[in-house]
């Protein structure tokens, strides 16, 4: 009898103990979901404070703190309890379920139809509860305990019915909430000894799965996810201690029993059990994060959706592509069926870088330069709204796209610098090559002209002869447009200008050319050559008595791993002097090293070379394997 008496007062102890601890967790979750009902308001589509889920709040804490208070009470000795506190506690609690019914997404007639009828159940019940009280009868009253219990049922049973739109998982949850909600119905109704923990958690404890199924209706406003998190966290931590208390604690106090009551095993074994709740805690919210995130929410790993998105629109070359990108990823994730771009007229970075309505969201991308641009998401599936993570994942998301935005800008910017400074360049190089060509014609014109006039006096028939020479040297050089020609079309030209230069000299003057046939075909600046055997002539040929010959050669050289043409033109007068050459500033000289210079840059080269007994060498070393050899400045 002895050990049967203990098993039915560890069981009593059990079931009291489930219940108190389930009221208090009970009052810490509904009014922590009050606070952040009233403390997330602006997060609500008109700013309001959403009623719904705040009757939720305070009838789990009306229901909650009720009991707590009666169950205290009876520790001290007021068996009768309060029958007005417990009439209020349990009319509370009766009306939870028109609040599933409520909170569910049914449209039309049937859902005001079932809505209606789940108030009136709850406000009846409420009616013979405190009838009850005021009369003397027992409290709370077993018809309005019965009524609720039929009455959840059929409301179940409604919702299973009329919602054939909704999943087959959101019916699940409301049926399970209301079946639960019968059965503690039920039972609080019978006259059953309070001898188990399980029935007590089920029956005094429904309204805990009752207000998790109104959240999970209402789960896409943005603070779910911050009670969720932390509701699940405090119920699993709750279990945790709960679980030590009857796996470890009581067995092993069982064994204390003939000990002092403050014995200092005991109280060192519930100082541990406490430390090790505590070092459990940070594993269960962990748990519980993940629980809402992945299960519950079913939400991406938002970390790696930036990064995703960051590496798509890096290869984008133009601000449109990208927002397309942006906008068509984010409504992809977000379950949005409309996604818009469009520059913003004016930034107000005081109204924050995302703005959420009821059924759209707005996030601006704040470029440093203008335009900035706004991406508009519509219409989400479900009726979705964004949470806190999601509005932060969409704030990063807005500044990743607005640098990689600006850092485009930068570079296009900066090429089209570069690409106005080279035209520039090219404008001022050509302007100077044209500059420098233009001397060069009417240099040469001067020098044959004044040959046809000595000529003139001299041989009329020669200067004739010299003058049809020198049209068509003047056809071959004003035809020609481009500043490059190649070594053969040189050729021809020079060839014009000595046979003007033969009349004048006639067998004073010997020219031989030797130039490869595979090298007439590559690219030199025009008239570049004219003007060496013009200065061999001037300064080799007419001041020696006896004339001389004049070479005009070229070859091909590789070195130091590049090609380059060496043109020369020789003559076997008698020289300069050794600093002439390279100091002449005649039109000449100067104009073929300025234009090698604005071709090629330090890459070509003009090289004079006298000698006193074997004459005069001029000659340029210049690149072959491009028209235009980059110069180094």
């Known amino acids: 009898m002895e050990t049967y008496d203990l098993q039915v007062m560890n069981a009593l102890n059990a079931a009291l103990l489930v219940n108190l601890v389930g009221f208090t967790v009970g009052v810490a979750l ?3 979901l009050a606070a952040m009902v009233v403390k997330h308001r602006d997060r609500v589509a008109d700013g309001g404070i959403n009623k719904l889920l705040l009757l939720t709040a305070s009838l789990g804490l009306i229901w909650n703190l009720g009991e707590l208070w009666v169950f205290i009470g009876r520790d001290f000795g007021r068996q009768g309890g309060w029958p007005m506190l417990s009439a209020a506690a349990y009319s509370a609690l009766g009306f939870l379920p028109s ?27 409420a009616v013979f509860h405190f009838n009850a009280a005021l009369t003397g009868g027992q409290t709370p009253s077993d018809f309005a305990l019965r009524t609720l219990t039929f009455g959840a049922l059929i409301l179940a049973a409604g919702l299973l019915t009329f919602g054939f739109r909704e999943t087959l998982e ?33 029956a005094h404890q429904s309204s805990l799965p009752l207000a998790l199924a109104i959240l999970y209706q209402n789960y896409r406003f943005a603070f779910a996810d911050l009670f969720l998190k932390r509701a699940i966290s405090l119920l699993l931590i709750a279990l945790v201690a709960f679980g030590l208390y009857v796996f470890v604690a009581a067995p092993l106090l ?25 070092l459990a805690y940070p594993a269960v919210h962990k748990f519980a994060v993940w629980l809402v995130d992945s299960v519950v929410l079913k939400r991406p790993d938002y970390a790696r959706v930036q990064a995703s998105i960051a590496a798509k629109i890096e290869s984008c070359e133009s601000a449109e592509s990208q927002l397309d990108i942006v906008a068509d990823e984010l409504a992809l994730i977000l379950t949005a069926k409309r996604w818009t771009w469009a ?3 004016e930034r107000n970075m005081r109204d924050g870088l995302v703005r959420v309505e009821r059924d759209m969201a707005e996030i601006l ?50 090429c ?55 049209t068509k040297l003047l056809r071959g050089v004003l035809n020609t447009s481009s500043e490059f020609c190649t070594v053969g079309d040189e050729l021809k030209l020079i060839e014009s200008y000595l046979d003007i230069e033969r009349a004048r000299f006639e067998e004073r003057l010997t020219v031989q050319v030797e130039v490869p046939a595979d090298v007439k075909d590559l690219p030199i600046p025009s008239l570049i050559l004219q003007p060496l055997v013009e200065n061999s002539i001037k300064h080799g ?53 300025e234009r090698l210079a604005s071709h090629y840059g330090p890459t070509a080269i003009l090289s004079v070379e006298t000698d006193k007994l074997s004459g005069t060498c001029a000659s340029i070393k210049l690149p072959v394997s491009a028209k235009r050899a980059v110069k180094h400045l």
């Open 416 to 470: 089209d610098r570069e690409f106005r400074e080279q035209e520039f360049s090219k404008l001022a190089t050509e302007a100077q090559l044209a500059a420098l060509r233009a001397q060069v014609n009417p240099h040469f014109l001067f020098n044959a002209l004044t040959t046809i006039g000595y000529l003139t006096q001299t041989a009329p028939d020669k200067a004739f002869e010299t003058l049809l020479h020198l």
């Open 254 to 278: 069982h064994y204390h029993e003939t000990h002092d009551r403050n014995d200092v095993q005991a109280i060192s074994l519930i100082i541990t059990l406490w430390i090790a709740t505590a």
């Open 343 to 345: 520059e913003a007229g």
């Open 541 to 593: 040929i007419s001041e020696n008595r006896n004339g001389g010959e004049v070479r005009i050669a070229a070859e091909l050289l590789h070195e130091e791993g590049s090609d380059f043409l060496r043109l020369s033109v020789l003559d076997t007068g008698p020289g300069l002097s050794p600093v002439e050459p390279q100091n002449a500033n005649g039109v000449g000289l100067k104009n073929v090293r």
């Open 99 to 125: 609040v599933v019914v409520h909170s569910a997404r049914i449209g039309g007639k049937s859902r005001k139809f079932l809505t209606i009828g789940a108030y009136t159940l709850s406000s009846i019940a």
């Open 170 to 202: 959101s019916k699940a949850i409301w049926a399970a909430a209301l079946l639960i909600f019968a059965v503690s119905g039920f039972h609080l109704s019978g006259d059953s000894a309070e001898n188990s923990w399980l029935v007590e958690l089920v």
């Open 365 to 414: 991308v704040p470029t440093t330069d203008e335009p900035a641009y706004r991406i508009g998401l519509e219409s989400f599936s479900g009726g979705r709204r964004l949470l806190s993570d999601e509005t932060a994942m969409l704030e990063a998301v807005a500044l990743i796209t607005s640098r990689r935005i600006d850092a485009m800008r930068v570079l296009h910017e900066r």
């Open 30 to 32: 509904y009014a922590m």
